[in-house]
């Protein structure tokens, strides 16, 4: 993940592919606990309720429908998200 943003967040360094302002830089050579990676099909059409929740032991899913979706399965160092 060459061209992530790097952010402390937490105790962790996170890897974004998308820009997170609201989060404190970390040097450009941390290394990441945690990424944040881009992924298409997450966001549930037919959810009508402006928050949705789905957690599962392995899977947790949320959805804003003002913001996008994020899923997290059984690697918790990997977040994916489809911004809105």
Do not use: C, N
């Not at 032991?57 to 990997?78: M, N, T, Y």
């Amino acid at each position: 993940m060459a061209s992530a943003l790097i952010y402390r967040v937490f105790g962790h360094r996170l890897a974004s592919e998308v820009p997170l302002d609201v989060l404190q830089a970390a040097p450009a050579d941390a290394v990441p606990t945690i990424q944040v990676k881009l992924r298409e099909g997450l966001i549930r059409p037919e959810a009508t309720d402006s928050v949705t929740f789905d957690i599962a032991p392995v899977r947790q899913f949320f959805q804003w429908q003002a913001v996008g979706a994020f899923l997290v399965e059984e690697d918790p160092s990997i977040i994916w998200v489809e911004p809105k």
